[in-house]
């Protein structure tokens, strides 16, 4: 084949060109954009309001290189195939690569595979079409929506707290979830309650425990009716120890518990973060590596996932029929359902594009199988991914469940008992316990329950156990209830969840404290400012809306102008009104003290910088004085002293924030606080914590020292770079750029605006 006869197919990744460079052979060219190469400027606003908000796109700093390589080789071939991610995103940057190269070569058409495999990339390349235009609306409507927001809400935040800081559409709402959870746990009320339970014998002389569920009729429920203190307990208890006990029902039923659908983004996040203690970032990384190629040693590179970014449980009916024989063959007919499973699309769902799934479904490409060519967080990941779809197809699991009812004198306890008669399902895949906030408080069992009771039968009270609890406020959020609640609300995307979390991790808007995510001073702050003067556009119910637009834009239901429109209106109204109460705003924030400046004489007052609070004199400009604020701030957290088995609290010191026994002075211990972020170093399990040097300066190093001596000088972040695949990113910061983020191996640099 001649040279200006073959085809150019452009992906975005050098790692997935390398995969479908395989699949292709030589009558193809495959080359990498290596991400978006066209987009808003960086150093002014790019967006004409006034012209149906038309956006104003350029080159992106660093790619001229790469665009002209890429029409240099669009010259030599007959056909121009553009392969990027079948996502709005991808869709708009196949859009801008067209743009480009249609000065070179006019024959450009868009394919579109879910997995990378050999059968969908070829098929694809036979079922070429044009770029659907629909598809870049929606997601340019994004890009503007978050462009407006960035750069006329920031610089309200600049003037009235300090320089630098940045509010975003979608993440100023998920910061708003964050701050006002932290909110209720601060304005709890505890209820005291009681507990009782009873240890009862059968006339078998089998044991069980069972829980005071009522009290003549009433049901027990903290909120509603309770033993509410140890005096009422104590009148219970004498009348349970004289009470007859008998068994007055018994409930045996037979209950099916179905398997999961497939993964979806949001869901995998979720499970990975669950499980594996990822951050969503590192989950997303993980899963992009997997989909892109792995070096399989003789196979070559392969795509070991479908895509990742995807709302939709659908499953192809080939993947199905393959899964099918793949159980039959592994765990037997027995565990095959007569019909093929498929769950029906979520709500709201865009469904474009198949569950998570592996892309080759035989023994050959098993977990264990693969095990010496992945890493292991990569083995973690897609065998998740594996054992979650094949269990999806499986039959359901069959249990036995059973419930005693007692009498006791007119007071009522349950026991419950679940035996599993046929395992289906769980024999592919175990379920992970759900986090605390997605829990229901449960009985307590403290046994099983006695095959051989039968209703009527008199019980012998071996033992009453009376227990003071109290009610908790809702648990603060992990990433994976953040995510959670952000997919149910319909706040953003699941492509976009990693990115919303990562972005308020580096504005310093939240921290992580344990698994658990605290608003920062700075992050209640923004949001008390933005609520307050924003409601229109910073809440819940606008963004879910203004979501479920962009998907009628993609489905040709509303215009990218309509959009806009009905989001710019209240918006500007509102930003209209801020700037005319400016000054009053700033004012507002700052806080009188009674301290004098040593210097005028002058009362100090509270302002904000980009250290956090500090004293200023009032009487600046005459007088610049400052200082820091030295009181130390104390946190709780779920952390236990290893000493003593106190709970540990989050203080701040000289130099920063630390862990610290609450049983000071009796147990001094103390420790750094956990960033987060697992240590990049080959099998190496720590995580990176922050540590102080001998002349003071704060540093960040891996948690195992001194047998892993990882360490930097930059706070690291758990993104990965999106250059050379190095598993995380550092903090920096200039007068000129602001916050960005860099890779501490190719020094790769990332801004706020790369994230979006």
């Known amino acids: 084949m001649t040279e200006n006869s073959k085809k150019l197919v452009v992906v975005e990744s050098p790692a997935k060109a390398k995969t479908i460079n395989k699949i292709l052979g030589g009558d193809f060219k495959v080359a990498a954009s290596v991400g978006h190469i066209i987009d808003l400027p960086k150093t002014k606003f790019g967006v004409d309001i006034e012209n149906d908000f038309r956006p104003e796109y350029v080159p992106i700093k660093g790619k001229t290189k790469i665009i002209n390589d890429l029409k240099k080789e669009a010259s030599k071939v ?62 340019q409507a994004r890009r503007v929506m978050d462009r407006i927001v960035g750069y006329q809400v920031s610089p ?24 006002e959870r932290e909110a209720e746990i601060r304005n709890f009320t505890a209820l005291e309650y009681w507990v009782v339970e009873a240890h009862l014998q059968t006339i078998q002389k089998e044991n069980f425990w069972a829980r005071l569920n009522k009290i003549h009729g009433k049901k027990l429920d903290p909120a509603r009716f309770r033993i509410s203190n140890q005096q009422e307990a104590e009148q219970h208890k004498t009348k349970l120890l004289k ?15 179905s398997p999961s659908a497939p993964f979806i983004t949001s869901t995998l996040q979720q499970e990975a973060s669950r499980r594996f203690r990822m951050t969503t970032s590192r989950v997303m990384s993980i899963a992009q590596q997997l989909y892109e190629g792995v070096n399989l040693g003789p196979k070559g590179n392969a795509g070991l996932i479908t895509y990742m970014r995807t709302d939709s449980t659908r499953i192809s009916q080939e993947a199905v029929m393959k899964a099918r024989l793949y159980i039959t063959n592994t765990y037997g007919p027995d565990y095959l ?68 009812t007692v009498d006791a004198d007119g007071y009522e306890f349950i026991a419950e008992g679940e035996v599993i008669l046929f395992r289906g399902y769980l024999i592919a895949y175990e379920e992970e316990p759900k986090e605390p906030e997605e829990m229901e408080e449960q009985p307590i069992h403290k046994g099983s329950i006695p095959r051989e009771i039968k209703e009527k039968d008199p019980l012998h009270l071996l033992e009453l156990d009376v227990e003071q609890k109290f009610t908790q406020p809702p648990p603060r959020y992990s990433e994976s209830t953040l995510v959670k609640i952000l997919d149910k609300l319909g706040i953003g995307r699941p492509s976009t969840y990693a990115q919303i979390i990562s972005t308020l991790f580096l504005r310093k808007y939240i921290t992580r404290v344990n698994r658990s995510i605290q608003p920062t001073e700075l992050g209640e702050t923004v949001t008390k400012l933005l609520v307050q003067y924003f409601s229109e556009i910073f809440n819940v119910k606008f963004t879910a809306l203004m979501e479920a637009n962009l998907d009628q834009i993609e489905n040709h ?39 004098k400046c040593e210097l005028c004489g002058r009362p100090m007052i509270i302002r904000w ?35 003593c088995g106190s709970p540990m609290l989050i203080k701040r010191g000289r130099f920063g924030e630390f862990l610290a026994c609450s049983n000071y002075p009796t147990c001094k211990n103390t420790r750094p606080i ?11 399990h720590g995580s990176i914590v922050q540590r102080q040097s001998k002349k003071g300066k704060i540093f960040y190093s891996c948690s195992n020292y001194p047998k892993c001596k990882f360490a930097l000088w930059d706070k690291p972040v758990a993104i990965p770079c999106p250059q050379c695949s190095y598993p995380l990113l550092v903090e920096k910061n200039s007068q000129a750029r602001g916050s960005y983020l860099q890779c501490p191996s190719c020094k790769h640099k990332k801004t706020e605006d790369d994230l979006k």
């Open 674 to 684: 956990s960033t987060g972020v697992t240590c990049p170093e080959k099998d190496c």
């Open 78 to 139: 007959a056909e121009v195939l553009l392969a990027t991610d079948p996502d709005r995103e991808g869709e708009a940057i196949a859009y801008h690569i067209a743009g480009v190269l249609s000065a070179v070569n006019k024959n450009i058409a868009r394919i579109e595979f879910n997995e990378i495999t050999q059968d969908a990339v070829l098929n694809a390349i036979k079922h070429p079409r044009k770029i659907d235009e629909a598809r870049v609306n929606a997601q």
């Open 337 to 404: 359902p007569t019909k093929a499973v498929q769950k029906s699309p979520r709500k709201g769902a865009q469904d474009a594009h198949e569950a998570i799934r592996p892309s080759y479904i035989q023994p050959d490409f098993e977990p264990k199988k693969l095990k010496k060519y992945l890493t292991a967080e990569q083995l973690k990941i897609y065998e998740l991914i594996w054992r979650r779809f094949i269990a999806s197809q499986m039959k359901p699991a069959l249990v036995d469940k059973t419930v005693v």
């Open 609 to 643: 910088g980009r250290n956090g609070r500090f004293y200023a004199c009032s009487g600046y400009p005459d007088c610049k004085n400052t200082k820091p604020i030295e009181e130390p701030v104390k946190r709780e957290t779920q952390e236990v002293c290893e000493n």
């Open 156 to 179: 309200f935040l600049w003037e009235t707290i300090y320089r630098g800081l940045s509010a975003g559409r979608v993440q100023s709402v998920a910061l708003r979830l964050i701050v």
């Open 243 to 257: 009470a007859a006990y008998t068994v007055s029902g018994i409930e045996k039923k037979n209950l099916y518990k």
């Open 557 to 595: 239901k509303v215009s990218y102008h309509k959009t806009l429109e009905d989001f710019y209106t209240p918006f500007s109204e509102s930003l209209k009104k801020v700037k005319e109460q400016k000054k009053e705003i700033k004012n507002d924030l700052q806080e009188q003290t009674m301290l």
